[in-house]
C-alpha cells in the first residue's frame, strides 16, 4: 500500500491505511455468484466499504485521483467488483467512484488509464445487464457520462458496443426520454449516441431502428439556449446521414424544413457568431441529404435555395465564415437540377477518316467518328484512354480502372509480341538510313587490304542504302533516292514520297567516290572468303572486328561503277568558323551560384537563335500551305507568323484575393436563380461554321495570310460584342456565348474525332473597348483540379503591343478562379459513369487597348508550321564546318504531315580509322517531344535543347564530341496542327500505345520504337531516353524514371536496372541529381521512379522494359510555375523553359562513362576550349553495359511530400 502514501497534502498515514483496508475487504468478496453465495453481512461489508473508498476519493485532489487512477490493483478491484455484484447499490456507488475519478476537466490521460485497463468492455456490459425498467435514470446517465468519457480514448468503442448489446439500450433510454422535461439530461447519452455513429454499421443499425426520427424529435424539443447538446444531436445526424439510407429516412421524416428553419433561426440569434460549428453542422447534413434526388427536392420545396443564398450574401464578407458559406455554395450547386452543356457533348466538332487496320480498333472515337469509320463500340466499355482522362501522362489515381482491351482475332493488346508488334531485323533494316552518321564519315588514311576492301564495299552499300525505302504506304519510310539539296522558298522535304529529305549539310557538292568494277569484286571476293561479311556488310569496330551497324543488304553484283550516296569528309583540318553575330549561350549558361543570386539574369531573350531574324512572312505562308488539317483554316496566327519572343519581366504567381473564388461561384448560382435576365447570345459557334462549310470545310485549302495589323483600331460593325475566332492551326474554340453585356461562356473543342479532352485553348478576340473588364467563362473542363486556383495565369498576345515594339505572351488575367460547375457530363464522354460534372476555368481581363487582336490561349503556343520554319532556320545558321546536322522524314502523320529525326553530333577529330571508329563508338542520346499536343511548354524546352546543342558554346562542343543525339521534336503533329489536347486523329493517346503500335494509325510511335528497336539490335541501345512532357497538375520541372524496386511487380527482374547479382543498378538517378543542382526550375522532390502497371504503355516503361535503356525519363514541365529556387514565387516563362532544355543537356555531360574521359581542348594559344571524349579502355566493351555514376553524387535521396494536389505518386 506504499503507493498511496503522500498522494494528498491533507492527507494523513492512518486514512491511507483505511483505504487499503476497504480495497482489501472488496477484493476478498470478489468472488463470482456460481462459486459463493454472499450473505447480508458480507454485501453490507462491500457496501460500507466502497463508500468509504468513494469518501476518501472525493477528499483528494487531482493528483491524488491520478495516482489512484494509476494503481492498477485498485482499478482492476473496482472493475471485478462491477462485474461480479449486481447489487444496485454497489454498483451505484462504484459507478459514482469512476465519475470522481474521470473528473470534468482534463480527462484525457485518466481515461486512457482506464481504457488500458479494459474499464470500456465492463460498464458496456454494466449498461446492457442493467437495462431495466426499475433503474434509476441517474444510474443509466453515470454509466453514460463514464463512457462518453472512455469513448474518446477507445478506437474500438463502436466495435465493442455492438458485441456487448449495448447499442439498443441507449437507443431505448433517448427514446423514452425526448420530452422537453426529460430532454435536458440527454447530454452524455448522446455523446455516447454519437460515439456509436462514428461506425458505419452502428450507424446503418440505428438508422434501422428509429435513431434518426428520434433524434429529429429531440432537436425540436431542446431549448435553444441549450446549444452544447443541439450541436451533440446534430453531429450524431451528420454522421448517420452520411448513408444514402439514413439519409433517405430523414427527407422521409420531413427533416429538411425542420434543418432549414433551424438554419435560419440560428443565423439570426447568434449575431456574434459563437456558433458556427453548429451552424455548419446543421448545413452538412443538408449537405448529405441532397446527395439523394429526393432530398434536392426536398430543400427546394422548403425554400431552402432562396433561404441559403439570403444568408449567404449576408455573410459573404465575414472571413470567420468561410466555412459556412462553401457547404451552402455546395447545396446550392447540388440543389439546381443540372443542365446539359450548351452544346452537344457527344457530337464530335471535327471528323476524320481513318485508314483501315487489320491490327488495332480504335476505343477513343466518338459514336460519330465510328459510324464515319464503320467500328462498332460498346457503350458499356471504358475509352481506352480513360486513365489519362483526369490525370497527367505519370500521374497514377485511384480512379483509373483498366479498360477492357479488344481482341482482334489471335492478335491480342496484352500480347505485344503477336501481330503488328513482331518486327524482326529484316523489317527494322529500313531504319538504317536515318543513321547517315556510320556511313556519311570516310577513313582516308592509307588502310591494309582488308580494310581498303571494307570501305570500297561499304561504299557501295552506303548507295544500295540510300535507295532504299517503302514506296505505296502513305504511312511508310519516305524514299530517299534523291539527294538534291533544298532552300527555305523550295519544299523542306519535298511535296511527294519521291522527294528526299536533305540528308547532307546544305551546300555540300563533293562527288561520290568511284571504283572499278573489278577492284569492287575482288574486294567482295576477299572479304567474304574471310568471312568479314556474311551475306551482308557491316560498319565494324576495327580493332576488335566487333559490328557497329549491321547493314544487312543482300551482296547483289555491281550495278553501278560509283555511289549514289555522298560521303562527306570530316571537316577536321579546318577551324571553327564564327558566326556573324555573336553567341550568348557561354554567358547564359551561368553556375548555379550566379542563378541563385540573380535568378533573372536568363530572362531575356538568351536563345541562341533569335526571334529577331525570325522568317519571312511569305516564307513562313510558304511553309504553312504544306501543313494538312482536318478543317480549313481561315488564316495564320499573328505571333506565328512574326515569332514569339520571351517576355523581358519577372512575371509573379498571381495572389488571388479572399473570397474572389466563392464570389464567383455565387454569381454562378445567381444566374440559376435569375436566369430570365441573362442574354445566352451565341457570338462564335464553330460547329455551324462546319456544318455550312460542308464538304469544302474539310477538303477545301486553307486560306494562309493575316491582316490583323489593318484591323487594329476599327471596331467590327455592326457587332457591340467581341468576337472571336479559332481558324487557325492549333487553335481551339468551339463556342462563345455572351451572358451578360461583357461576361462570355466559352466551350472548348474536343480532340478530332473524339468527344473529350477538353483543356487545351487559342483563340482570338478583338472588338474589346479598353478599360472594360471583360470575364470569360470556359465551362466544359473536365480534370477536377488545376494550377489556375494556385496562381497560374493564361497567356495572352496583343497585336497592337507587338506593333508597338512588345511582341510577347504574356501572362494575363486577374480574378483567375477554377471550379466545379452544374452542367452534366453525358454518360457516353464519361466511359459510362454517370453523374460527373463540368468544371469552369474564369478569368478577368482588361484590354489596354480598344479594337485591338488579342491572341489567348492556355500557354505559350507552339504550332508545327513554327517547328518546320525552326528546322529551316537551324539548316541554314549552323556552322557547318563543325557541326553535324541531318534533317529527315521519319515518317509522315496520318494526315501527311512530316514527321522529322534529327541527327546532331561533331564530326571526328580526324580521318583516321581511330578517330573514325571512336565517332561511330560514341554513345547515343534519344529525345522525343510533344506526343500531347496540348503540352506546348514541351516544345519550348526541346527548342532549348538543340538550339543549345547547335551553338558554339563549350558546353555545346562537348556534347557533340561526346554523344550522337538523336531527337523526334514532334511526335503527334495532327494534334497539334489540328488544336488537339492530348489525342491523334485516331481519339487515342498516343502515349499509351507504345506497347503495341499500328503502321497506320500510330505511324509516328510505330517508327519511333522501330528506330529504337534498330538500335537494341545492333547493340547500341542509347545511354538516355527522355520524352518531354507538360504537367498541368505540379509547379516546376521534373523527372520520372523507372525502378524495379519501386514497381508495381513484386519482383520485376525483366528490366535493365536489375544486374546479374539482383541487385539494382542505381543510375538513373544520377542525372535527376545533376539537374536538381545546375537547373533552376528543377525540383528533385517532385520526381519520381515508381513504375505503374498503368503506365506499363507509355514510353518511358517501354523503352525501359523492352529496349533496355536504364535512364528512360519522361521529364515533366509545369504550364504554371515554381514554388522552390531562384524562380520561387515566378510564372514559368518561354526563357525559362528554353533554359531547362539547355540545362537538361548540359547535364548529360556529367553521366561518365568508364569509356569516356572528359579532357580539355586547347586552341593555339594553348587556351581551354571545350572538351573532347577519349576511348581510355578497349572498345569492345559495350557503354550500354558499363556503371554511369557522377563521382560526387550520392545515390541516398530523401524522401518529399508530394505537391498539394496530388495523391499517390511516389517521391525519390
Known sequence: MAELKGTSAGGSGSSHMKVAAHFQVLEKMNVPSAVRTLSSDDLQQVRHAANRILTYIMSQDKPGREVMVKNTLYVQSLLTTLETHKDIDVCRTIVTIFVELIGKLNTGSRCSQLVTQGATRVFLHLLARESKPDVPNEFMVQIHYVLSKLALKDRKFGVKARLSQALPVTLAFIRNHTHSTAVRNLQPVLTVLKSYANNAINASYLGKNGAINTLFKIISNINKKNAVMTKTALDTLVLLVKSKSNSARAVGYGGVPILIQMYAEWHRLDTKNRHISLRKSLLNILKHVSNLKSGRQAVIDADGVRVLYKICEDIMDVRELESLIFIASLVLRKCFPRQKLPANATKTTLLYKLPESEFHVPQGLSKDAALLNGITLNVDTKDDDDSSLDNDDDLSSDDEIEPTKPVLGNFSLDRPDEGSARRTLEDLRMYEQFFPEVLDIEVKDTLSTQQDDLNILLNRVSSLTASEGLKGNPHSMPDLRSTKYTHFSEPLFGNTLDSAPSTAGRGRTKAPYTYRKDEEAAATARLEKKEVCEGGASAVNLKTGQPVFSLDFEVNSPTSNKSRYKPLVSPFEHKSKAKGKASKSTDSLLDMDDLRSDPLLDEGDDSEFSADDWVKPADF?????????????????????????????????????????????????????????????????????????????????SYYANHDVERLGKPVTPYDHLHFNSLFESGNLRKSIQIRENEYDLILCPDVNSNHHHQWFYFEVSNMVAGRRYRFNIINNEKTNSQFNFGMQPVMYSVQAAVNGEPYWARAGTDVCYFKNHLSRSSQVTGGVRGKLYFTTTFTIVFPHSYDVCYIAYHYPYTYTSLQCQLSRWQHSIDESAIYFRNQVLCQSMSGNNVNVLTITNYPSSNSKEAVEQFRNKPYIFLSCRVHPGESNASWVMKGTIEHLLSDSKEAVALRQTYIFKIVPMLNPDGVINGNHRCSLSAEDLNRRWMVSCPRLHPTIYHTKGMLQFMRHMQRTPLVYCDYHGHSRRKNVFLYGCSPSQSWMTDDVDNPSVLSDKSEDYGYKTLPKVLSQTAPAFSLSSCSFTVEKTKETTA?????????????????????????????????????????????????????????????????????????????CPADNQYGDDDYAEDNLSDDITDDDDDEELDDADVL
Open 1100 to 1176: 518511358r516503361v517501354v523503352v525501359w522494359r523492352q529496349i533496355g535503356v536504364v535512364r528512360s525519363y519522361t521529364m515533366e514541365s509545369s504550364y504554371c510555375g515554381c514554388d522552390q529556387g531562384p524562380y520561387n514565387g515566378l510564372h514559368i516563362n518561354i526563357s525559362h523553359l528554353q533554359h531547362m532544355g539547355r540545362k537538361f543537356a548540359d547535364a548529360l555531360l556529367r553521366l561518365k562513362s568508364r569509356h569516356f574521359k572528359v579532357t580539355e581542348l586547347t586552341n593555339e594559344d594553348g587556351k581551354p576550349l571545350a572538351f573532347s571524349a577519349e576511348d581510355s
Open 621 to 701: 505562308y510558304d511553309m504553312a500551305r504544306k501543313t494538312n488539317s482536318v478543317g480549313r483554316f481561315s488564316k495564320v496566327a499573328y505571333p506565328d507568323l512574326h515569332g514569339s519572343k520571351p517576355i523581358p519581366k519577372r512575371e509573379p504567381l498571381y495572389e488571388r484575393k479572399f473570397g474572389v473564388q466563392r464570389a464567383k461561384i455565387f454569381e454562378d448560382i445567381d444566374r440559376l436563380i435569375n436566369s430570365e435576365e441573362l442574354l445566352n447570345r451565341v457570338v462564335y459557334d464553330f460547329d455551324a461554321i462546319v456544318k455550312d462549310g460542308g464538304d469544302e470545310f474539310h477538303g477545301g485549302s
